[in-house]
């Protein structure tokens, strides 16, 4: 069974357009996560949210709009794609609980815009 | 910015253990140091995470020095398999806690 799973695993996209990758996780963790690897392969934390609520934002464009309609969903849709998008985008969720360390991750979604 | 200093890369031969050197000298006293490690086009997964005492797991044993600023990750008896990107990260974990992920060390590991 996939504890953490992403689709798309691969968008190719033109300039301008809006598009949404989802993120489900059967964990039943309380707290997800967004990661942006670029090309130069760095990964960075985007966003996370725990109990649907928003908790981390990392100074993301306002066209990354996280959304989480359920504690085992967080997808994130972005607007007005540009070309700085193209990456490998992560989901990760973890449990919020004393003593929780581990954060486990999807298989990534490459982003190619074009 | 990340907290650590890893080397970019080192080479180990199949079966032999592969010793990953962390330097974290900047650590908090209620920081962990956790390791991460990312195969190629996969997502990064949880190796095993310490706070002062030395830990071992099924993947790996995690040495930390007594000042706590440095560390070693071992893998036993390292197989292909264990090539990847090793990331050491330094936390205080928590419920909203975020990884910061440096450059990590790139093991490859030799037939």
């Known amino acids: 069974d996939t504890a953490v799973s992403q689709t798309p695993k691969y968008l190719v996209t033109q300039m301008g357009n809006d598009k949404s990758i989802k993120c489900e996780q059967n964990?039943?963790?309380?707290?997800m996560y967004w990661y942006k690897q670029d090309s130069k392969k760095f990964l960075k934390i985007m966003f996370s949210y725990n109990n649907k609520e928003l908790i981390i934002n990392e100074t993301v464009p306002n066209r990354f709009s996280p959304k989480s309609p359920d504690k085992a969903h967080l997808n994130l849709h972005i607007n007005s794609l540009e070309l700085g998008d193209s990456a490998v985008y992560f989901c990760?969720?973890?449990?919020?609980?004393?003593?929780?360390?581990?954060?486990?991750f999807g298989p990534g979604t490459r982003l190619t815009v074009l | 910015d990340a907290k650590t200093t890893q080397p970019p890369s080192m080479d180990c031969a199949e079966g032999r253990a592969a010793n990953l050197p962390c330097n974290h000298s900047?650590?908090?006293?209620?920081?962990?140091v956790y390791w991460y490690r990312q195969i190629h086009s996969q997502g990064p997964q949880y190796i095993i995470h310490?706070?002062?005492n030395n830990e071992t797991n099924e993947m790996a044993s995690l040495i930390i020095t007594e000042d706590r600023k440095s560390s070693t990750l071992i893998l036993p008896h390292a197989t292909l398999r264990d090539t990847a990107v090793y990331y050491c990260i330094v936390d205080s974990g928590g419920s909203n806690y975020k990884l910061t992920f440096g450059k990590g060390t790139l093991l490859t590991v030799n037939p």
């Open positions: 964990l039943g963790h309380d707290t």
């Open positions: 990760a969720s973890s449990q919020d609980r004393p003593g929780s360390h581990e954060q486990f």
């Open positions: 900047t650590i908090s006293g209620n920081e962990y």
């Open positions: 310490g706070l002062k």
